[in-house]
């Protein structure tokens, strides 16, 4: 896309709070550690689980986080800025230390997906951007699991970019769902710059631009021997399913074959099994069915339920925008700043505070049981913890695994999930616990707070005495 | 962000079916000039307009696009496309013309915002971005004027960015809503690209980071004395609301002065009215309150119904990501290809033949009375052309707008939307009719393709005849 890192592009992609935060911490000399938690406070309606995803791209940008000159130009115009602070942010850059989820694993609500170690100017600075990255690949990619489950197996195809909310969601879309198994793409930048393989082949407008269907059908099989899908429903599926076995005799008599029909429209489990049996009959039985338009994982589900005749699925823009549940109750909150755990109580909104770690039990057949979310301290025998520390002094540790190596995991990851969590409709939820030492800090803690708030008033009341 | 033009960038984001068939053409030597049409089809629930955004990106794009010799390797490494095909796409670029809205013109259902005639490769070939760049801000200026009306004269500032889905999107949020008058946005980046105001202070993690609030207060007033608004829901609305107030005190002492206090949770409705109380009480009547958490168009008319002494609106996630409606059923359609105009009736969703324009009445009042789509060529006598010629020969015909010309065209277009087509729920349905000629035209086209189907069948029949 650029050759400039991405941290170069973004620093100034914050919100402005950060900015003025981070002036009034340097200039109260405030540069102790603080650590953030990134978590999911709630689960949207119908999931049960979430899948980690957009480390890498978070982690890009911690480590090439730098304001440039222009940057800094355009701060000082705001006539906002201290000129030390102008100053400060000219050589600052991320020093501190993350641990994180790998991509691909799955995870429940209050877990931390990402915890962030940083001087506190530096932890705070970075959170908009965190927010935004991490947000959108775990949403995208939480949802598109949920279409793999739907297909049982069929392959499901991301056909998303023309309405998913922006070019980067149109990358990250095809990235995420690609992350959680979906088998490709129709985005071709997506192909070169993450290197996931690209599908598509035409669109009713170029079978309308020929005078006749099946000329169109032709010279596609002509020009693109090797990937022959024909979209049979722009006039009518039936006798575009004819069609299609004519040109696959065609095909076949140059030692070529048709791979897949699409259908795009109507009752497609009812049209499937009339397409299907039109192509066993005229002698294609493996010629494939391939289903789109407004697939999400309820329409696959709906659709294979009434037993329709699909292969292969391609997914688009309910997957790409989450369309049943656009974003998540996500945020990065203050669990620690210096040696003091922090919590906000207000409005129910309770954080587990200090810094964390998350273990994972397995039965005798290595499925999944209960996590704990425990303080990073403490050990939580025969638990695996999944936390891992990704970077420190603002440099990853080791190089992250490749997209098709967390793709792999991911799959596995999926595999340990039992049934009931991974229900379409109403999941069951699954099991998370407070660790013994988590539980007694977070009690403690609370109870300082609601002290704390006295001693607030006390200290409120004896400030304002004098007014 | 880059010095790369757009479209250099961006050429590969688009689906791998616009480079088949742009290939199939190239093999057949199609070249005749294509029109595509690019319109909303549906009205999502509690939707009665929709207001045109994206334009200037959409026209960046076609300007500048091009591959790269990156892009072509990449091609070439998938063999699927022969050398010829690559050879034409290291040429190519958009020749083409483009009639279309101006930015923040308010219109409806099936009504073209925007089409492109060109060779019927260029046409296709740009599809799957100018669908993501309109489809996503026309989504957010249509959502974000919503909360404008709601507000009822109260300024509203974009908070979105740390959940929009990606990058891209949070900037082009904080561009679509202030085009249809938010104030501003917390994007900071926003801010430097598009001279969009920036708002933002500080969080909870800034207040407790300090052992007492009215400490965490007091640094800010001291850092940023021109911008204080002070968040005090911190531990307690009420106890924030009188050190918020004793702060103003001293602002005031040093001839300063507190702007606004925030509230973030709790029932703003009830909270607003007694914090209000408290700050007129402790002699700051002038001190306003900013809300924020949670807004969207449904919970400003609601606090505000609810009798909420709120001053100043923050939007967030459910503006950013258009939360109970997150795509538009968008579509960019051939409707001309060469002299044929083309429509395509499958499952009822029936396109607009051929090139059109959209004509707007005006009461007395200048209040929009009806529009009428009609062909391009037709005169309505008494109606305002809205498309307008803003490319011809791949080059922009004129400068758009700047960003500020069109949010005061904007707000001129909203304000002569009658009150019934705004309403935040359920609301009426503004009448569109179809012109004289494109009635006809529709009709003759339909009944064509009527009798093309019965055409189509025979010519199958007869070149199935031998098999």
């Known amino acids: 896309m650029s050759d400039q890192p991405l941290g170069v592009r973004f620093a100034l992609l914050t919100d402005l709070y950060q900015l003025t935060m981070a002036a009034c911490y340097l200039a109260e000399g405030m540069a102790e550690k603080a650590t953030f938690s990134l978590f999911i406070r709630k689960y949207p309606e119908n ?10 791209e978070a982690l890009d940008y911690l480590e090439s986080l730098e304001f440039t000159e222009g940057d800094l130009a355009y701060l000082d115009s705001t ?14 850059r991320f020093t501190g230390e993350v641990h994180a989820l790998p991509e691909g694993t799955v995870f429940f609500k209050d877990e931390p997906l990402l915890e962030v170690t940083a001087p506190i100017i530096e932890a705070q600075l970075v959170e908009t951007f965190l927010l935004n990255a991490v947000s959108l690949q775990t949403l995208i990619a939480s949802k598109a699991a949920r279409s793999i ?41 997506a192909g070169k710059l993450y290197g996931i393989p690209i599908f598509g082949t035409m669109a009713h407008s170029y079978i309308t631009s020929f005078p006749h269907e099946i000329d169109a059908f032709r010279v596609f099989a002509r020009t693109f021997p090797g990937i022959v899908t024909l979209l049979i429903d722009t006039y009518d599926n039936l006798a575009g399913a004819r069609k299609a076995a004519q040109v696959a005799r065609e095909l076949a008599a140059r030692g070529q074959k048709l791979r897949f029909v699409r259908l795009d429209s109507g009752d497609i489990a009812a049209i499937s099994r009339e397409v299907r049996a039109i192509l066993d009959e005229e002698g294609f039985p493996e010629v494939r069915i391939l289903a ?5 994982e309820f329409k696959i589900a709906k659709v294979l339920e009434a037993g ?30 210096g040696e003091r755990p922090i919590m906000k109580l207000s409005t129910g909104k309770v954080t587990l505070v200090d810094q964390k770690q998350v273990w994972r039990f397995f039965d005798a057949g290595g499925r999944m049981v209960r996590d704990v979310i425990s303080l990073r301290g403490e050990q939580i025998p025969g638990g695996e913890p999944l936390l891992k520390p990704v970077m420190a002094g603002g440099r990853r540790l080791a190089p992250l695994p490749s ?12 595999a340990r999930l039992p049934e009931e969590y991974k229900a379409i409709v109403a999941p069951a939820r699954y099991p998370v616990e407070l660790s013994p030492g988590l539980a007694a800090l977070q009690a403690r803690v609370q109870e300082e707070l609601r002290h704390r708030e006295i001693e607030e008033a006390a200290y409120h009341h004896h400030e304002l005495g004098e007014s």
């Not at 997209?403 to 999926?414: H, I």
């Open 403 to 414: 997209l098709a190596e967390s793709r792999d995991y991911c799959r596995e990851q999926l």
């Open 149 to 189: 489950h739907a297909a049982a197996g069929r392959p499901v195809i991301d056909f998303s970019l023309r309405r998913t909310q922006g070019t980067d969601a149109g990358l990250k879309v095809a990235r995420a769902s690609y992350l959680v198994g979906f088998i490709g793409t129709s985005n071709v930048l």
């Open 47 to 56: 999931r049960g689980y979430f899948v980690a995803a957009g480390l890498a």
């Open 308 to 337: 329709g005749q699909v292969d292969a699925f391609a997914v688009g823009t309910k997957m790409g925008v989450a369309a049943d549940a656009p974003y998540f109750d996500i945020a990065y909150k203050l669990v620690k700043y």
């Open 292 to 296: 789109s338009g407004g697939f999400d």
């Open 79 to 92: 006539g906002l800025f201290p000129p030390e602070f102008l100053h400060y942010l000219k050589g600052v």
